[in-house]
């Protein structure tokens, strides 16, 4: 495999038992890579820097920034991580490089600090690197973790108060975290407050079963209202100060003049449900969780998703990935999200439902208010879309011109193995947007 490679700018004068070394890391590189299917791109020539240049600068300095990064952390900023790195007398170093998959670590944060271990030679050590999409930090340390870095390193990316600070300033807190030691406490303060914020939202959605029949803008408002305040402390919604964050649906009429206001909600959402799935995923058991590698898929595609998202329905597939990672976490998978509008949250039972105008019923799954609203023959709330300059229901898109309307946001799937996260990974995602773009479709 990739040891040609590695050890083809071995340092000349390296015994067996360094080459026995390599390998030991060369093999928890690739544990680490398993189930993301990223060992065999391991092996492919990279773009970027390689463990021999990052670990000769790392010689020199603590702090290894990639000409990439330099805008987010200057030389300046460099200066002073390495004067405050200086002050802990901690063995940490700094490792700020883009990772992509094709890269030498094959795009993995946990291959390149293996690497970067092995290389450096040291018994002691504190790496900090950015993650994969390059949005949060990892922390690892050797033989132990014995600062706590890696829950420091992760808490950073949590911390409300570094909301939108750069990366200079998130590598120094996670430093001045690992220096504190007390990583893991902020780190589980921290993830408790997103869960909470999460888990809220799902319950904005529960009150408006009549939302078509209700009153006016007004009306609304003042029904956000009381909500928001009844969730006073999720600061998601509340650090906006905006209530139309929520994740009401709203009637057709008010759906354009809501919708960017929406969507810039429904992104920050998105975005802390990738965050959390990843660090349930970096904390899960890997003997106890079968499905670890289903959610890695999950998570490496929604952060896709979301990279590439250009509007509402891209950003509730964020949520359904995010939904799918979760269900391969649990001992009990549980349904997807609500096939209607998967924003009312993860559905509570499967239903057969006739769309309008079509023969044979489909299985779909519900959430509570939906599968009421179906019972009592009443239109459920839908996700509206704006296609080829209508707005439809989501699923009455044609379904080759979006995955989401071919797979009802996992509704539609059609067994075990056909998931959201294999279907964006085959590239039907952004083959459905290029048909839509293609017709010009896109709408908005
Ligand atoms: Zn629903």
Not at 16 to 36: D, K, W
Not at 176 to 186: A, M, P
């Amino acid at each position: 495999m990739s040891s040609e490679r590695l050890t083809c700018d071995r340092p000349s004068g390296t015994s067996r038992r360094s080459a026995a070394r390599l390998l030991t890391a060369l093999l928890m590189a690739c544990t680490a890579l398993l189930g993301t299917g990223a060992a065999a791109r391991a092996e492919t020539a990279g773009t970027g820097p390689t463990a021999s240049t990052i670990a000769e600068a790392l010689a020199d300095s603590p702090v290894y920034v990639d000409p990439s990064y330099e805008a987010a952390v200057n030389s300046a900023q460099q200066d002073a991580l390495v004067d405050q790195i200086a002050t802990t007398g901690l063995p940490i170093k700094v490792v700020l490089v883009p990772l992509k998959k094709g890269d030498a670590f094959g795009g993995n944060d946990r291959a390149l600090a293996s690497v970067i271990k092995e290389r450096l030679g040291q018994q002691q050590l504190i790496l900090i690197t950015t993650d994969k999409y390059g949005k949060s930090l990892t922390g690892t340390e050797w033989p132990t973790d014995a600062h706590q870095s890696r829950d420091a390193a992760a808490a950073v990316g949590f911390l409300k108060e570094l909301n939108d600070a750069g990366l200079a300033a998130r590598v120094g807190k996670a430093v001045e975290l690992i220096n504190t030691g007390n990583g893991t406490e902020v780190y589980k303060a921290e993830t408790a407050r997103i869960d909470k914020e999460y888990s809220a939202r799902p319950m904005l959605d529960e009150n408006p079963s009549g939302s078509s029949s209700g009153g006016g803008p007004g009306t609304w408002l003042a029904v956000a209202a009381v909500l928001i305040l009844a969730v006073a402390g999720t600061a998601l919604l509340v650090r906006r100060r905006s209530p139309r964050h929520t994740a009401f649906t709203f009637p057709d009429a008010v759906f354009a003049a809501e919708q960017a206001a929406d969507e810039a909600g429904l992104r920050r959402q998105a975005s802390a449900g990738i965050l959390a799935l990843g660090e349930a995923v970096e904390h899960a058991d890997g003997a106890a969780t079968p499905g670890l590698s289903r959610a890695l898929d999950a998570y490496d595609a929604a952060g896709r998703v979301l990279d590439a998202a250009q509007g509402m329905p891209d950003l509730v597939g964020v949520l359904a990935l995010v939904a799918e990672g979760r269900s391969a976490l649990a001992t009990d998978p549980g349904l997807p999200l609500c096939f209607f509008d998967p924003r009312h949250g993860r559905a509570v039972r499967r239903t057969s439902w006739r769309p309008l105008g079509r023969r044979e019923r489909v299985d779909v799954a519900v959430c509570e208010d939906c599968g009421q609203a179906l019972h009592a023959r009443r239109s459920p709330q839908v996700l509206a879309v704006r296609d080829q300059g209508r707005t439809i229901p989501y699923f009455e898109v044609a379904p080759e011109r979006s995955l989401w309307a071919a797979t009802g946001y996992g509704s539609l799937l059609s067994g075990p193995d056909d998931t959201l996260a294999a279907r964006v990974g085959t590239g039907e995602f952004s083959r459905a947007r290029q048909r839509s773009a293609g017709r010009g479709a896109a709408g908005e």
